[in-house]
């Protein structure tokens, strides 16, 4: 997987870390998407006069849709950083992509109608749907998406795109609605990447502007960005497929989840893409009003434990050296009443976990209970560790649900004999620094919404600072093997990690959604295109 | 007079010199090597180095001041390190939110603190002065946030007589615009105008102690004609200088109501890039909001000297 | 009236401090330990304020909280009348050239309010309560220097002041021994005044999110932490708000009372 090998280069390194740490402060608001759950989709495959249950409008009236969201994009070129927020507003709804991600993580066809895979699994033929256009009237051609592969290998894109891009060594225009794709070595998940932001085809006329104006081929167009505020997208009325259900789709940003339930409260917003403060559900409990949906995300909240590896090339880190010994990993899971936990800090919303995994994984196995909770197994065996005077630093960032989360696991610590010293990190710029990169602690709370990131724990020099064979072996396996052997050795990694008590996974992120009455077609789960999809969405 | 003018034009200038250096000292004092800041961890040293020269950081600091003062007298604030948009660009549109917002705010704070005031000096020994001094009192210790949280709670959401949050352009929609903007400019008017009461208070009292005001009671006109034919006057001079004063105070307050109100302001933008880290932002915001009050602050002086008659002989002499 | 609003302010001040002290020794519940009651609670017995969103009881983390209040005010205050007396003294010594000089410096320092400093502080150095404390005092050191400026010109062209330097008594001799006890009264408003002001702006940091952190309980925080609940459990944000403005009034009144006090001039006038 291209993941093991992010942290080879430095600016590469340093936009990695970050993507992470940016959804982690937006904490998983990624997206939802895919198709509607009661809405059909539109746009399976797409072609002008499909069939959709979308109401004709009115023509005098002005159909809107405002959705609150919490991180911002920082420029309009979703292929530019790996922060969510530009795939989540663009993707699908402004940018398309040759296939898309439905609501159940299945590939679709979106621009292109179908596409084959030689035996060897090298080789991938396009073929387009001939009605696709961008925008501006010019068809999308195998040409146009041969020139966005390009430009995402060598343009200035997000290098976690580029990693993704790695494999493709070759691309060939058979004909204007043709295109072959030749990858150096079989890939998993190549495939998937390609129906997120790595995958957008943009009108090769917009590269250069692509940070102040879109050029996409989708149902919607940009109508006005007015940063710190929102983003205007409008419908574009030469969409080649289903028309737009809706004039003015607009997503409101808000920093403060106070606001933005107060916005959401008054009638300003129909959509609230994911609660920020789980704790406040209960404020729109009014079922004539709203709806509530709670699906999963792709983010597990993770305790990091040091495991003190210190590979070349990585500063040594500080972890204490108790840690690299398994029965105290294995105690401090076994002092933390994880369901306590969640009930505390997520209003027991989400799902508990035992290893690197979500449930939507395709290779999910339920591991929360392997080392269940139980404060006096803990204690003996860090009696037996010999470590029942152990003093730990948890450094979590500044983030609410961190720092809510620290303060609960230094009581639960204490009580089996750990003392615990929490010392908050200024989140990002402090944390990245003292944690991440320089591994200097010993216990931290972070948020990860990558998919796949089970991934990281075959790389040593990632913060866990975990080196185990086996894992690696497991790893590399996967990302080179079938389907199959993909879910195998994945789940076996993900396994193997969780029996090393390799960290301390305290619960699933949930996707919770808030509508408003009347408001339908919202996907419930958040899935790794990030894209909040609104074309499955309908507004009575 | 002329000499005077310039005088003060010359302080003004000299002020924004040390302003802009305090602001610079502070924002070069980040702890560790900015390149490696943006960069990462596992950057190389020659990325590294290609950074700093990027960023000029491999410079001498006095060469760094400098070049960041000159290119800001060309109206170049410098680009994000981290969006790579030029400061001017970020902050363009952002100055008519702050602007609408504190201009708002100090209107309606004048507009309740001078007559208010005026009650609270005349009164001062029954009750309605005393209960004007005393909400004045409780009006300062309400924290601005808390007060326009529960605004928001009350009459956004419960009655939903006003939208709780947001800000439309006035050049889009004027009536959206106005809606938009009654929730923060009461929040910070009423705020403000607590504090101002006393000071307007004071400068009546002032008066109240002044001989002409005497003369004028004793051949028995009335507290209010005197207080009109000679108060107003000479009051508006010492709270033309604590508007000054309050400008300052009025502008910061807005941040915080920025955030409140998820108004899309400088102050907005302040806090966005304090959590970023982007300090090339920070420095432009925190220059030009410092820029603001010192240049009112200018004004207020230049204004005292051409109207009142007694500083502009005590300076001649 | 006017020993009516000291006495007020002179409550309140009690009390907060009384509070502090008191959670040295006693709290009803632990005011950090997670789970002491169910979470969110309504007042009621045995939570006489209910309950926070991490089960931990209001009314014990009111009272330690009283503690964060005071050490911001002491601390700002204290860094503020530390450099901004000296500073004042000798503003009132220096040839009037350099007063000038020393007076512009500190117009240019009013520019810098407090939170603007301690934002800016906080961005280059990291969010904390240092940080906020540090910025808060710094940004008040010219409100010490002026009025201490102020008192010192009288005290510096008395009588006595005038033999004891005709008596060859050394500049800080005088310093310490005329000026310093002639201007503490002046200091003492100031910094009632600027300690009112420093647990406001505390409160508006740590809204921000750059103020003290979560774990220790300090009443800003309780408030911007309270918000989040404001539509569901109103009481949440009440207390803690009530708190701070109990504290920042009384130590206006105190600081506006002792003014009035002690001015003879002023209390005619009022």
Same mark, same amino acid.
């Given at each position: 997987m291209a993941k093991s090998t992010a942290l080879q280069s430095g600016a590469r390194a340093r936009l990695r870390t970050l993507s992470v740490l940016v959804a982690a402060v937006a904490l998983a608001l990624t997206a939802c998407t895919g198709a509607g759950q009661q809405a059909p989709a539109p746009s399976g495959a797409p072609t002008a006069g499909a069939t959709s249950a979308a109401p004709a409008p009115a023509p005098e009236e002005t159909r809107t849709l405002v959705i609150g969201a919490t991180a911002e994009p920082q420029t309009l070129d979703p292929t530019a950083t790996d922060a969510a927020a530009g795939p989540q507003a663009l993707l699908y709804n402004v940018y398309e992509t040759l296939v898309r991600l439905d609501a159940a993580g299945d590939l679709k066809p979106l621009l292109a109608q179908a596409w084959d895979v030689t035996p060897d699994r090298l080789t991938y033929t396009f073929r387009l749907n001939p009605a696709a256009q961008f925008s501006d009237g010019t068809p999308v051609d195998a040409e146009a998406v041969a020139k966005n592969i390009e430009r995402i290998q060598t343009g200035t894109t997000a290098p976690k795109l580029k990693n993704q891009m790695e494999v493709v060594v070759g691309t060939e225009v058979v004909d204007a609605t043709t295109l072959d794709v030749t990858l150096s070595r079989p890939s998993v998940t190549w495939l998937f990447d390609m129906a997120g932001a790595a995958g957008i085809v943009m009108n090769p006329e917009g590269f250069d502007a692509a940070g102040s104006e879109t050029a996409g081929s989708g149902p919607l167009t940009l109508d006005r960005w007015t940063p710190g505020d929102s983003i205007a997208l409008k419908r574009n009325d030469a969409y080649w497929g289903t028309p737009a259900r809706f004039d003015e789709v607009t997503f409101r940003y808000f920093k403060d989840p106070n606001a933005m339930n107060a916005s959401m409260l008054s009638g300003q917003l129909d959509i609230i893409s994911n609660l920020q403060a789980p704790e406040t559900i209960d404020q729109f409990s009014d079922e004539g009003r709203f709806t509530i949906i709670e699906g999963s995300t792709e983010g597990e909240v993770t305790m990091a434990i040091n495991n003190g590896a210190a590979p070349e090339g990585v500063p040594a880190g500080t972890g204490n050296p108790a840690l690299q010994d398994v029965r105290v990993r294995k105690a401090i899971t076994m002092a933390i009443d994880r369901r306590a936990l969640l009930d505390t800090v997520w209003h027991g919303k989400g799902t508990l976990i035992?290893?690197?995994?979500?449930?939507?994984?395709? *290779? *999910?196995?339920?591991?929360?209970?392997?080392?269940? *909770?139980d404060p006096e197994e803990a204690k003996r065996l860090l009696a037996e560790a010999g470590h029942e005077n152990l003093t730990l630093r948890l450094r979590p960032p500044t983030l609410p649900y961190a720092t809510k989360a620290a303060q609960f696991i230094a009581s639960q610590l204490g009580a089996v004999g750990i003392t615990v010293q929490v010392e908050e990190l200024q989140f990002p710029r402090q944390w990245i620094d003292t944690a991440m990169t320089n591994a200097d602690y010993d216990l931290t709370i972070v948020s990860h919404v990558e998919p796949r990131d089970v991934a990281t724990y075959a790389n040593p020099a990632y913060y866990w600072r975990y080196d185990n064979p086996a894992v690696q072996e497991a790893v590399r396996k996967a990302g080179e093997g079938t389907i199959e052997e993909y879910t195998t050795e994945m789940r076996n990694a993900a396994r193997i990690i969780a029996e090393d008590a390799a960290s301390v996974w305290l619960f699933a992120l949930p996707n919770l959604v808030v509508t408003k009455e009347g408001v339908t077609g919202v996907a419930e789960n958040a899935n790794s295109s990030l894209s909040f999809d609104v074309t499955t969405i309908a507004k009575a | 007079m002329f000499r005077q003018l310039l005088g003060r034009l010359g302080i003004f200038l000299l002020s924004l010199v040390a302003a802009s250096f305090a602001i610079f000292v502070i924002t070069q004092a980040l702890p560790g090597d900015v390149a490696a800041v943006i960069l990462g961890h596992g950057a190389t040293p020659e990325q590294l180095a290609a950074k700093r020269a990027e960023l000029g950081t491999d410079r001498p600091f006095l060469v760094q001041y400098l070049e960041w003062v000159t290119a800001m007298l060309g109206g170049d604030f410098g680009r994000s390190w981290f969006s790579h948009l030029p400061v001017t660009t970020l902050m363009a549109p952002r100055l008519g939110v702050t602007g609408s917002l504190v201009s708002g705010g100090l209107l309606l704070a004048v507009l309740i603190a001078l007559p208010l005031g005026a009650v609270a000096a005349l009164r001062r020994r029954q009750w309605p002065g005393l209960l004007t001094s005393a909400t004045a009192q409780v009006g300062m210790a309400i924290p601005a946030f808390w007060a326009g949280i529960i605004l928001v709670f009350v009459f956004g959401v419960l009655l939903r007589w006003l939208p709780p949050n947001g800000y439309v352009p006035l050049g889009r929609d004027p009536g959206r615009w106005a809606s938009h903007l009654v929730l923060p400019v009461v929040t910070l008017g009423v705020i403000q105008a607590a504090v101002l009461v006393r000071y307007v208070r004071s400068a009546f009292l002032e008066v109240l102690a002044e001989d002409y005001y005497r003369t004028a009671r004793s051949i028995g006109w009335t507290k209010w004609r005197a207080l009109s034919r000679h108060g107003i006057r000479n009051a508006s001079l010492s709270l033309v200088t604590v508007l000054g004063l309050q400008l300052a105070s009025v502008i910061v307050g807005a941040i915080v109501i920025e955030r409140v109100f998820v108004l899309p302001g400088l102050g907005s933008l302040l806090l966005d890039a304090v959590a970023t880290n982007d300090l090339v932002v920070v420095r432009g915001i925190t220059m030009v909001l410092v820029f603001a009050v010192l240049l009112i602050n200018a004004a207020v002086d230049i204004s005292y000297v051409l109207i009142d008659p007694r500083l502009r002989a005590r300076e001649a002499s | 009236m006017k020993r009516a609003e000291l006495w007020v302010g002179l409550a309140l001040v009690t009390a907060v401090v009384a509070m502090a002290l008191v959670s040295f020794v006693w709290t009803p519940f632990d005011a950090t330990a997670v789970g002491s009651g169910p979470r969110l609670q309504s007042p009621g017995l045995p939570h006489v304020l209910g309950t926070d969103h991490m089960g931990i009881d209001i009314f014990s983390r009111i009272l330690v909280g009283a503690r964060s209040a005071l050490y911001v005010g002491i601390i700002a205050v204290g860094i503020a009348a530390l450099v901004g007396v000296p500073l004042g003294i000798l503003a009132a010594w220096l040839p009037r050239w350099g007063a000038e000089a020393m007076m512009r410096a500190t117009d240019v320092a009013y520019a810098f309010p407090a939170l603007l400093l301690a934002i800016l502080l906080a961005a280059v150095f990291g969010a904390s309560t240092e940080t906020a404390m540090v910025a808060i005092g710094i940004a008040t050191i010219p409100a010490f220097i002026r009025v201490t400026r102020a008192g010192a010109l009288s005290v510096l062209a008395s009588d006595y002041v005038l033999a004891a330097r005709a008596a060859g008594t050394p500049a800080p001799a005088i310093a310490v021994r005329h000026v310093l006890p002639n201007v503490a009264h002046l200091i003492g408003v100031q910094a009632s005044v600027s300690f009112a002001m420093a647990i406001l702006a505390e409160a508006a940091l740590s809204y921000l999110g750059l103020g003290t952190p979560p774990t220790v309980p300090s009443w800003g925080r309780m408030l911007g932490d309270a918000q989040t609940y404001l539509f569901g459990h109103p009481t949440q944000a009440l207390w803690p708000g009530l708190a701070i403005a109990a504290a920042v009034l009384g130590f206006n009144l105190v600081g506006d009372g002792l003014r009035d006090f002690l001015d003879p001039k002023l209390r005619e006038v009022a």
């Amino acid at each position: 997987m291209a993941k093991s090998t992010a942290l080879q280069s430095g600016a590469r390194a340093r936009l990695r870390t970050l993507s992470v740490l940016v959804a982690a402060v937006a904490l998983a608001l990624t997206a939802c998407t895919g198709a509607g759950q009661q809405a059909p989709a539109p746009s399976g495959a797409p072609t002008a006069g499909a069939t959709s249950a979308a109401p004709a409008p009115a023509p005098e009236e002005t159909r809107t849709l405002v959705i609150g969201a919490t991180a911002e994009p920082q420029t309009l070129d979703p292929t530019a950083t790996d922060a969510a927020a530009g795939p989540q507003a663009l993707l699908y709804n402004v940018y398309e992509t040759l296939v898309r991600l439905d609501a159940a993580g299945d590939l679709k066809p979106l621009l292109a109608q179908a596409w084959d895979v030689t035996p060897d699994r090298l080789t991938y033929t396009f073929r387009l749907n001939p009605a696709a256009q961008f925008s501006d009237g010019t068809p999308v051609d195998a040409e146009a998406v041969a020139k966005n592969i390009e430009r995402i290998q060598t343009g200035t894109t997000a290098p976690k795109l580029k990693n993704q891009m790695e494999v493709v060594v070759g691309t060939e225009v058979v004909d204007a609605t043709t295109l072959d794709v030749t990858l150096s070595r079989p890939s998993v998940t190549w495939l998937f990447d390609m129906a997120g932001a790595a995958g957008i085809v943009m009108n090769p006329e917009g590269f250069d502007a692509a940070g102040s104006e879109t050029a996409g081929s989708g149902p919607l167009t940009l109508d006005r960005w007015t940063p710190g505020d929102s983003i205007a997208l409008k419908r574009n009325d030469a969409y080649w497929g289903t028309p737009a259900r809706f004039d003015e789709v607009t997503f409101r940003y808000f920093k403060d989840p106070n606001a933005m339930n107060a916005s959401m409260l008054s009638g300003q917003l129909d959509i609230i893409s994911n609660l920020q403060a789980p704790e406040t559900i209960d404020q729109f409990s009014d079922e004539g009003r709203f709806t509530i949906i709670e699906g999963s995300t792709e983010g597990e909240v993770t305790m990091a434990i040091n495991n003190g590896a210190a590979p070349e090339g990585v500063p040594a880190g500080t972890g204490n050296p108790a840690l690299q010994d398994v029965r105290v990993r294995k105690a401090i899971t076994m002092a933390i009443d994880r369901r306590a936990l969640l009930d505390t800090v997520w209003h027991g919303k989400g799902t508990l976990i035992g290893s690197m995994s979500v449930p939507t994984d395709p *290779y *999910y196995e339920d591991l929360a209970d392997l080392h269940p *909770y139980d404060p006096e197994e803990a204690k003996r065996l860090l009696a037996e560790a010999g470590h029942e005077n152990l003093t730990l630093r948890l450094r979590p960032p500044t983030l609410p649900y961190a720092t809510k989360a620290a303060q609960f696991i230094a009581s639960q610590l204490g009580a089996v004999g750990i003392t615990v010293q929490v010392e908050e990190l200024q989140f990002p710029r402090q944390w990245i620094d003292t944690a991440m990169t320089n591994a200097d602690y010993d216990l931290t709370i972070v948020s990860h919404v990558e998919p796949r990131d089970v991934a990281t724990y075959a790389n040593p020099a990632y913060y866990w600072r975990y080196d185990n064979p086996a894992v690696q072996e497991a790893v590399r396996k996967a990302g080179e093997g079938t389907i199959e052997e993909y879910t195998t050795e994945m789940r076996n990694a993900a396994r193997i990690i969780a029996e090393d008590a390799a960290s301390v996974w305290l619960f699933a992120l949930p996707n919770l959604v808030v509508t408003k009455e009347g408001v339908t077609g919202v996907a419930e789960n958040a899935n790794s295109s990030l894209s909040f999809d609104v074309t499955t969405i309908a507004k009575a | 007079m002329f000499r005077q003018l310039l005088g003060r034009l010359g302080i003004f200038l000299l002020s924004l010199v040390a302003a802009s250096f305090a602001i610079f000292v502070i924002t070069q004092a980040l702890p560790g090597d900015v390149a490696a800041v943006i960069l990462g961890h596992g950057a190389t040293p020659e990325q590294l180095a290609a950074k700093r020269a990027e960023l000029g950081t491999d410079r001498p600091f006095l060469v760094q001041y400098l070049e960041w003062v000159t290119a800001m007298l060309g109206g170049d604030f410098g680009r994000s390190w981290f969006s790579h948009l030029p400061v001017t660009t970020l902050m363009a549109p952002r100055l008519g939110v702050t602007g609408s917002l504190v201009s708002g705010g100090l209107l309606l704070a004048v507009l309740i603190a001078l007559p208010l005031g005026a009650v609270a000096a005349l009164r001062r020994r029954q009750w309605p002065g005393l209960l004007t001094s005393a909400t004045a009192q409780v009006g300062m210790a309400i924290p601005a946030f808390w007060a326009g949280i529960i605004l928001v709670f009350v009459f956004g959401v419960l009655l939903r007589w006003l939208p709780p949050n947001g800000y439309v352009p006035l050049g889009r929609d004027p009536g959206r615009w106005a809606s938009h903007l009654v929730l923060p400019v009461v929040t910070l008017g009423v705020i403000q105008a607590a504090v101002l009461v006393r000071y307007v208070r004071s400068a009546f009292l002032e008066v109240l102690a002044e001989d002409y005001y005497r003369t004028a009671r004793s051949i028995g006109w009335t507290k209010w004609r005197a207080l009109s034919r000679h108060g107003i006057r000479n009051a508006s001079l010492s709270l033309v200088t604590v508007l000054g004063l309050q400008l300052a105070s009025v502008i910061v307050g807005a941040i915080v109501i920025e955030r409140v109100f998820v108004l899309p302001g400088l102050g907005s933008l302040l806090l966005d890039a304090v959590a970023t880290n982007d300090l090339v932002v920070v420095r432009g915001i925190t220059m030009v909001l410092v820029f603001a009050v010192l240049l009112i602050n200018a004004a207020v002086d230049i204004s005292y000297v051409l109207i009142d008659p007694r500083l502009r002989a005590r300076e001649a002499s | 009236m006017k020993r009516a609003e000291l006495w007020v302010g002179l409550a309140l001040v009690t009390a907060v401090v009384a509070m502090a002290l008191v959670s040295f020794v006693w709290t009803p519940f632990d005011a950090t330990a997670v789970g002491s009651g169910p979470r969110l609670q309504s007042p009621g017995l045995p939570h006489v304020l209910g309950t926070d969103h991490m089960g931990i009881d209001i009314f014990s983390r009111i009272l330690v909280g009283a503690r964060s209040a005071l050490y911001v005010g002491i601390i700002a205050v204290g860094i503020a009348a530390l450099v901004g007396v000296p500073l004042g003294i000798l503003a009132a010594w220096l040839p009037r050239w350099g007063a000038e000089a020393m007076m512009r410096a500190t117009d240019v320092a009013y520019a810098f309010p407090a939170l603007l400093l301690a934002i800016l502080l906080a961005a280059v150095f990291g969010a904390s309560t240092e940080t906020a404390m540090v910025a808060i005092g710094i940004a008040t050191i010219p409100a010490f220097i002026r009025v201490t400026r102020a008192g010192a010109l009288s005290v510096l062209a008395s009588d006595y002041v005038l033999a004891a330097r005709a008596a060859g008594t050394p500049a800080p001799a005088i310093a310490v021994r005329h000026v310093l006890p002639n201007v503490a009264h002046l200091i003492g408003v100031q910094a009632s005044v600027s300690f009112a002001m420093a647990i406001l702006a505390e409160a508006a940091l740590s809204y921000l999110g750059l103020g003290t952190p979560p774990t220790v309980p300090s009443w800003g925080r309780m408030l911007g932490d309270a918000q989040t609940y404001l539509f569901g459990h109103p009481t949440q944000a009440l207390w803690p708000g009530l708190a701070i403005a109990a504290a920042v009034l009384g130590f206006n009144l105190v600081g506006d009372g002792l003014r009035d006090f002690l001015d003879p001039k002023l209390r005619e006038v009022a």
